[in-house]
Each structure stands twice: as structure tokens, then as C-alpha cells.
């Protein structure tokens, strides 16, 4: 078994995890911006490959990870994440540093996930989630640091309320989850100081 988890991760572990955290760093600096992403990792269905490097490249044994319940479901999908990221991976989404979500219309509400506090925001979740699509110029209006004026974009499927939980997320400044998102070829970021408007 360890010797098909190791030879299914990275081929250039650092190299790859670097590359991603520069788009990842560069997706929540300047929200709305579409990042160019296409890992080469190849995990275990049901985990794509976007939110799968992710982790890789940001978990470890500090950090816990939780699951949706599709992923959640693949003991697979649980044991190549732990062999390569050493996270402990948690069933109360409270408890993770990171979430991953590959049925993003099912998402949990926002509520549910660590929010940080006033004296420590980073104790809070990053959601890192698959989507069908990113789209420039789409339904939604992103206003907030990082942006000069407003941005638009589009995000296939968009879930039902979010767009008023997003809002609920930003008035807890300094507090609140940041949301990755992550569609086949592209990346973009909405944190928790952006506005989000349904134009």
C-alpha cells in the first residue's frame, strides 16, 4: 500500500508545492483574478487533482484536515492524504485548518467551519473547494483589498445562500474562513475581506 500511495504523489514534491503556493498566494492577493493551475498529481478518485495538490502542498501534521462526505466515503482518498501530508483528518469541520470540498453546491454553510478569534484570525478554516468552472467577467461583483476598483467572475455551480453567508463571513473581520476555489485549469480566491455582489 505505501509503495502505491508514494509513487501516486508528487514527482518533485517541493518544486510542485512551491509552484502551488505562489498561485495560491497570488489568488488571495488579488481576488477575482484567475489563476493559471494544472497539477500534474494523479490522487485517488474521488479527490481532484486541484484540491488534492493543495493539500499536499499546505497540510501537514499541525494543520487537520476535514472532508466532505464524498470524499470522506473513499478510505483510499483518507490514507493518501495522511501518507502525504502527515494531517490528522477530523470529522467536526470546526476542528480542521483546511477543508476540502469536491461537491461544492453541498458545502456546508461557512458557520460551521473554524472562524478564528479577535486575538488569533489564522486559527480559522480555508476551504479549498472544486468547481466546474471560473469565468472571467461572470455574475458575481468582487470589491475589497487586492481590488482597485470592482472585478467580476463566475463560479460554476454557485451554491444556494452563499453569496449571503459570504457577507455574514466578512463582517466578522479580522475573523472568518477564506474560500479557494478550484475548476479544471484555474484557480481564483475569494478571502474573507472581499465583498461579493450578484450583479
Given amino acids: 500500500m505505501s509503495a502505491a500511495l508514494a509513487s501516486s504523489g508528487p514527482a518533485d514534491p517541493v518544486i510542485e508545492a512551491q509552484a502551488d503556493f505562489r498561485s495560491l498566494m497570488n489568488a488571495l492577493a488579488r481576488p477575482g483574478t484567475i489563476e493559471a493551475f494544472a497539477p500534474k ?9 486541484g484540491i488534492g495538490s493543495l493539500a499536499l502542498a499546505l497540510a501537514d501534521h499541525e494543520a487537520p484536515l476535514w472532508l466532505d462526505p464524498q470524499l470522506a ?5 483518507s490514507a493518501y492524504l495522511r501518507f502525504h ?13 483546511f477543508a476540502l470540498v469536491a461537491d461544492f453546491a453541498r458545502m456546508p454553510p461557512l458557520a ?9 484570525p489564522d486559527r480559522s478554516t480555508t476551504i479549498i473547494a472544486a468547481v466546474d468552472a471560473i469565468e472571467a467577467d ?5 470589491a475589497g483589498p487586492g481590488i482597485a476598483t470592482t472585478a467580476r467572475i ?6 444556494d445562500g452563499l453569496t449571503a453567508e459570504l457577507a455574514a463571513n466578512r463582517a466578522l473581520f479580522p475573523r472568518g474562513v477564506d474560500l479557494v476555489l478550484v475548476a ?7 478571502p474573507r475581506t472581499t465583498r461579493v455582489r450578484e450583479v
Fill in 41 to 49: 498529481l494523479l490522487p485517488p478518485a474521488p479527490l481532484p487533482a
Fill in 73 to 77: 466515503a473513499s478510505d483510499e482518498v
Fill in 85 to 97: 501530508t502527515g494531517a490528522k483528518i477530523v470529522a467536526d469541520p470546526a476542528a480542521a485548518t
Fill in 112 to 120: 460551521n467551519f473554524a472562524l478564528g478569534t479577535d486575538e488569533y
Fill in 138 to 142: 461572470g455574475p458575481l461583483e468582487l
Fill in 154 to 159: 463566475g463560479i460554476a455551480p454557485w451554491r
Fill in 184 to 190: 479544471p485549469r484555474r484557480l481564483a480566491a475569494l
